[in-house]
């Protein structure tokens, strides 16, 4: 399956081919068909990914002081570690969809295969070919849109 993310190391995006999300209990998992791009929210996600490790300090204050007390209590040494993790970690971009429900999961009433949907939600409604996101953040497309 397809899925555009963003580097945070250098603020570069690519599609990717990451597994297919599974169905669970209290989410819809739904075959996109089209997504939303967000020129502010998501520009400004490869805006910070530009910026250098002071920039980014600077976008994002609280993770760095969360950083500031990492090395306080466990080292500087792991504090970098974990920081360098975070920024080779891919970020899913995209928060906004529309597309065909697969598979309805436990406590998912409302909503049955076959039918359009529309979905929200940061880290779930992704630029993907599939997405798997909580049944609160997708409501039913009507036939006439």
């Not at 993770?63 to 007390?69: D, P």
């Not at 360098?84 to 971009?93: E, I, S, T």
């Amino acid at each position: 399956m397809r899925q555009v993310v963003a580097n945070l190391r250098d603020g570069s995006i690519e599609v990717r081919e990451v597994p297919a999300p599974v169905g669970r209990p209290g989410f819809v998992l739904v075959r996109n068909t089209f997504s939303l791009i967000s020129a502010g929210t998501e520009g400004a996600t490869l805006q910070l990914g530009r910026k250098n490790p002071f920039g980014k300090a600077l976008a994002r204050p609280e993770q760095a002081l969360k950083l500031i007390e990492l090395a306080r209590a466990q080292g500087p040494l792991t504090a970098y570690q974990v920081a360098q993790r975070a920024l080779d970690m891919p970020v899913a971009l995209g928060y906004s969809c529309a597309g065909v429900v697969e598979a309805v999961g436990a406590d998912c009433q409302g909503l049955q295969p076959g039918q359009r949907v529309a979905c929200a939600g940061q880290g779930c409604a992704s630029h993907a070919d599939f997405v798997s996101v909580p049944r609160r953040l997708c409501v039913p497309i009507p036939d006439a849109v």
